[in-house]
């Protein structure tokens, strides 16, 4: 249930930046950063590896958790879709990982 909390949470702090900032919608590591400073003010200044090992001690999602949200907002918002650039590159990124998976 605490794990339920924390998705539905998370999901409405990324639909408010991707509202907010359009350039999140671009950007997984924009929007990560502007993540950590909604939940955790001054948690995007600590040295990166810092952060990774106390995620939970900082009160902060893994970034995939942030990716995946993300994801299936913008499948339901199309008005927060990222560019057509962006989309088309996250295609192609998605297109080489399954090639590269099958061997």
């Not at 950590?36 to 900082?58: A, C, F, H, I, R």
């Not at 057509?84 to 061997?103: I, L, P, Q, V």
């Amino acid at each position: 249930m605490a794990r339920k909390k924390e998705l539905e949470t998370t999901t409405a702090i990324v639909k408010r930046i991707l509202i907010k900032y359009p350039i999140a919608r671009n950007s997984d590591a924009y929007l990560y950063i502007r993540v950590m400073e909604t939940l955790n003010k001054g948690s995007s200044k600590l040295p990166y590896s810092d952060v990774v090992k106390n995620l939970e001690d900082l009160g902060l999602p893994c970034w995939d958790s942030v990716t995946r949200i993300r994801r299936k907002l913008q499948k339901e918002y199309p008005e927060l879709e990222a560019t057509e650039t962006t989309r088309k590159h996250r295609k192609e990124n998605e297109e080489d990982f399954k090639e590269y998976a099958k061997s």
